[in-house]
């Protein structure tokens, strides 16, 4: 299971950190991901991490603004997210994966989701 949490409500050029606890067969998890879905657009992926190594990727809106982490010992992905922009207003999901595909490739486990807005 994947609990996603640490949305809210800021103003343009906040930050906030996203948190995505990962419960169950962890051991088994090969990447995980932070995705977003704004009102009547199509889900898009932020940002992927590798569960082991430090290979990260991220898609070009977010890059030097986000930054995606892990703790392996706490078993949770976090997504830093610094100079916010009312674009990135969002529903944000974290994701998680056995497989060894790409970072932005289909995922199988899927959070609930968290609110994120950015008012201008």
């Known amino acids: 299971q994947l609990q996603a949490s640490g949305g809210g409500l800021v103003q343009a050029g906040a930050s906030l950190r996203l948190s995505c606890a990962a419960s169950g067969r962890t051991f088994s998890t090969n990447r995980m991901a932070w995705f977003r879905q704004a009102p009547g657009k199509e889900r898009e992926a932020v940002a992927g991490?590798?569960?082991?190594?430090?290979?990260?990727l991220y898609v070009n809106s977010v890059k030097g603004r986000f930054t995606i982490s892990r703790d392996n010992a706490k078993n949770t992905l976090y997504l830093q997210m610094n100079s916010l922009k009312p674009e990135d207003t969002a529903v944000y999901y974290c994701?998680?994966?056995?497989?060894?595909?790409?970072?932005?490739?289909?995922?199988?486990?899927w959070g609930q989701g968290t609110q994120v807005t950015v008012s201008s």
């Open positions: 991490i590798r569960w082991s190594g430090n290979s990260t």
């Open positions: 994701a998680a994966s056995p497989r060894y595909i790409g970072l932005f490739a289909t995922y199988e486990y």
